[in-house]
């Protein structure tokens, strides 16, 4: 017999997360395109400031964060003091849980939204509610119905993962202006970067008191292995989230890679465009060959088939042709299959083994 834990609550509910895949067995060469991972990898300018940083990492990494949080206030014109760095956006995420949802309180997301919505929630200690989305897209009166005076936060990602869905900014607003005292609205920001001219939400949070913004380093600027991301909201929010911080919660060399890619902005646009370039061929060679996707504003399309057996089977077509996709079953999707946009390369194998897959060989 052990000795007698006294587990928090929640905390066992907690299914750990799935990660895409990374590896076939006995296949040294196969393509990753299972987790929003840049294709392209990091601006070299970032590999540079990572590297230089080696020789110091006996040094514990700054505490404020200060460079880089004015980096970010500059590029995005937005309030440094009100701006938080977290080892990823994950962290920024479990900060608001613990902060704000605890033992009989709610936290709203949405039925296909992102896993870690529901872990942090059961780390807390609160309820999480999933809430139906209208055909692959945030339904916001469904939201408001789900509200009640329990609810704390109401997470969205914008664009959604795994869907690529938007929600308009009007419908965003609606949202954020039904939700009673004492909610708050966050707006999961991961691949704001993607799509041309949004904002990813900072204009909610400059004209309102209930909404946070997170961001990450891990989508676009291709820092997913480094683990860096920011929240930024109201100030009484965001003062109670930095007493969560640890003192020295994200290293020095993610912090100067971080600053070195936000830096390489041409970098960045070519990353964008390239994206946009092969996301639209390839989900338009897919539904050529009879596989749908919804229009993506992300890194990735949601593919769909016509049933789980169908979804299953494609999924292992693309394995044995060395091709690591996502299933997305746990996100209430199984008929469907997530795939990061690759480089050309990429793109091209995917449509070349699914028109095998569709063609039956
Ligand atoms: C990838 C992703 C994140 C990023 O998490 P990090 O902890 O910053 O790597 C956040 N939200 C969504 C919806 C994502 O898909």
């Not at 392209?40 to 949080?69: C, E, F, T």
């Not at 469904?142 to 109401?154: D, I």
Request: charged residues 20%.
């Amino acid at each position: 017999m052990g000795l007698k834990l006294n587990t928090q609550p929640g905390i066992m509910g907690v299914k750990a997360y799935v990660g895409g895949a990374s590896e076939i067995a006995g296949n040294a060469n196969a393509i990753k395109l299972s987790s929003n991972e840049n294709p392209l990898g990091p601006s070299p300018k970032a590999i540079a400031a990572y590297s230089a940083q080696a020789a110091n990492m006996h040094r514990y990494p700054s505490v404020d964060h200060a460079a880089l949080r004015e980096l970010i206030a500059q590029t995005y014109k937005l309030d440094m003091t009100r701006i938080l760095i977290g080892c990823g956006s994950d962290e920024i995420i479990s900060f608001l849980c613990r902060a704000f949802a605890g033992v009989g309180d709610e936290v709203l997301y949405t039925e296909h939204g992102f896993g870690m919505y529901q872990i942090s929630a059961r780390l807390s200690g609160a309820t999480p509610v999933s809430v139906p989305e209208n055909n692959r897209v945030t339904d916001v009166d469904a939201l408001l119905g789900a509200v009640n005076e329990n609810t704390r936060l109401v997470f969205i990602a914008n664009p959604n993962n795994p869907t690529g869905t938007m929600t308009p900014n009007a419908e965003i607003a609606r949202l954020a202006d039904g939700l009673p005292d004492g909610c708050l609205l966050v707006l999961d920001g991961a691949y704001a970067e993607f799509v041309y001219g949004f904002d990813g939400g900072a204009s909610f949070v400059e004209a309102r008191d209930n909404v946070v913004m997170t961001r990450t380093f891990s989508k676009i600027f291709g820092l997913g292995g480094l683990r860096i991301g920011w929240g930024y909201g109201p100030a009484n929010v965001m003062e109670v989230l930095n007493r969560l911080k640890g003192p020295f919660n994200v290293s020095g060399a993610a912090l100067a890679a971080a600053k070195a890619a936000l830096e390489d902005e041409t970098y960045t646009e070519h990353c964008r465009a390239e994206n946009e370039k092969w996301r639209g061929w390839l989900a338009a060679e897919l539904g050529k060959i009879g596989i749908p996707s919804d229009p993506s504003f992300a890194n990735f399309i949601l593919i769909r088939f016509g049933s789980t057996d169908e979804a299953q089977a494609a999924n292992a077509h693309l394995q044995n042709n060395g091709l690591i996709v996502r299933m997305v079953a746990n996100y209430n999707l199984p008929q469907a299959l997530r795939i990061t946009i690759g480089d050309e390369t990429a793109c091209r194998q995917i449509v070349t083994a699914l028109t095998e897959f569709k063609a039956g060989k």
